[in-house]
């Protein structure tokens, strides 16, 4: 009891959101920004893709982040609500092709038809982590895992066998209407959620779920309905993340969403730290920038022949070493549960008073 009414006071755990983060401050900065970033990369496709698969992985961390990090619970069938979203995102889209809003420009009205599509499979997802959340939520620790695997082979195999879905040669044809701004948009749109929610008393139910279950139940917090909820939010992210992904890339298939990936993403969020935001993101930002870099290292030495093929071999047990010397050498992660602007005072010196 003692420890679910620490965390509910919010001691020992992250604080709030500082004063330049809260308010609508983050959005006027955040869109003129993300537009001169679009305008910046129109001509790169290369820098254009990078950026886009960084933004969704960021999604995809911080919103799992939320479930397994804030909650102390263990997903892994994240890819399976981003397969939700990026194959109902992905029809929607195929359903809307030809639909245009005539009072906007063209490129104003396919993105606001790429915003119906991304909620669409957001909601989708979403209406999926209830279903699968509200059963299995009570469950703890490896029970749930089983679970949320199981739930993400059901929807590959599923997937694969739909025509409508075009079963094992996946779906092609999509609008290719992403953009780094929108993409970019999300990143800001999850981030913002995942930190307001760390901060609110909602949060610190959450935290308390984490630290003692049992402790947080007797103290009067209805452990299943907030992690359900946790769940859902985590899951409408995950769904948009796909959505994302399906309107950049020329073709969506069953193995872009299989047990791996999952798996990737857990990497992320245990590397980062688990509950620290921050964490999360510089975790997808390195571990999605690793592939690049061991393709320019192959390059480098002269391995041009099957390069992808040595890349996809060697990434892997890149990915357990740096856990397993994450876990040695820092077993919290590297943020644990800070985030940025709680380390940073400690190494840029104060300003003294008067000064």
């Not at 939320?66 to 194959?87: K, R």
């Not at 099957?306 to 047990?317: F, G, N, T, Y």
């Amino acid at each position: 009891m003692h420890t679910a009414a620490a965390v509910s006071s919010g001691s020992g755990k992250p604080s709030g959101i500082p004063a330049p983060l809260r308010g609508i401050f983050p959005l006027l900065v955040a869109l003129p920004v993300l537009l001169l970033l679009e305008w910046l990369l129109s001509n790169s496709p290369f820098a254009t893709y990078l950026l886009s698969i960084m933004g969704v992985n960021i999604i995809l961390a911080v919103s799992l982040n939320i479930v397994n990090g804030m909650t102390g619970q263990f997903s892994i069938g994240h890819a399976g609500f981003m397969a939700v979203g990026a194959y109902l995102s992905g029809v929607t889209s195929l359903a809307l092709k030809d639909v245009a809003i005539s009072f906007l420009p063209v490129a104003a009205s396919d993105q606001v038809i790429l915003v119906v599509t991304l909620l669409a499979g957001g909601i989708a997802a979403a209406i999926c982590g209830f279903l699968v959340g509200l059963p299995s939520l009570r469950l703890r620790g490896d029970y749930l895992a089983i679970v949320t695997l199981g739930f993400g082979e059901i929807i590959r195999v599923a997937v694969q066998n739909t025509e409508a879905f075009g079963k094992a040669l996946g779906l092609s044809g999509i609008p290719q209407t992403s953009s780094v701004a929108m993409v970019g948009f999300w990143v800001f749109l999850v981030v913002l959620v995942a930190r307001r929610i760390a901060a609110s008393s909602h949060g610190r139910s959450l935290w308390a779920i984490r630290e003692d279950e049992v402790a947080a139940e007797a103290m009067g917090v209805n452990t299943t309905g907030y992690k359900v909820r946790a769940f859902v939010i985590s899951s409408f992210f995950a769904g948009v993340a796909g959505g994302l992904f399906a309107h950049f890339v020329p073709i969506i298939n069953p193995g872009s969403f299989t047990f791996v990936k999952s798996m990737e993403i857990v990497v992320m969020v245990v590397l980062g730290g688990l509950g620290s935001t921050t964490g999360a993101i510089v975790a997808a930002v390195f571990l999605t920038l690793l592939p690049e870099g061991l393709r320019s290292a192959f390059t480098a030495f002269g391995a041009e022949g099957s390069l992808a093929q040595k890349v996809d071999q060697i990434r892997m047990p890149v990915y357990g070493m740096l856990l397993v010397a994450l876990m040695l050498a820092r077993p919290q992660g590297l943020f644990g549960t800070r985030e940025i602007w709680e380390i940073l005072p400690r190494w840029i010196p104060r300003r003294r008073k008067g000064m």
